[in-house]
């Protein structure tokens, strides 16, 4: 796989970098965009193409490995654990998106935001194409 569209990160965030990773892996693995077996980019690869440190990725995919999303081979690149063999149902992939959506409503309760207002800007957003990484 290619290192330099693997992921993508915003330096911007204030969300740690290791995090939008394990977030953006586990997301991909839930699409089905990533099944078992898949090998992912080594640590070095990918923190040259993400221009991070390669502690920050391995952390990553450490954690990953824990959480059975990553599996290690020896002398080999990883994968993905062998228990992902397909997307996972359409109500796991939305409870992966309600701490965004919650931390969105929040910030939209404060900003006094009538609903109706970030309902059709998300529903905009959706419509948008996705940035380039």
Known sequence: ???????????????????????????????????????????????????????TISKAFSMLEMEGVLERRRGLPMVVAAQHTRAQPA???VELL??????????????QLDPQQALDLFSQILDEEPPQP
């Open 98 to 111: 309600r701490p965004t959506l919650e931390k969105a409503a929040a910030e939209a309760r404060q900003l």
């Open 1 to 55: 796989m290619d290192a330099t569209h693997f992921v993508s990160i915003n330096t911007g965030s204030p969300e740690p970098i290791y995090r939008q990773l394990i977030e953006q892996v586990k997301r991909r693995v839930a699409a089905g965009q990533l099944k078992a077996g898949d090998e992912i980019p080594s640590v070095r690869e990918l923190a040259q193409a993400l221009a991070v440190h390669p502690m």
């Open 91 to 93: 109500a796991s992939r």
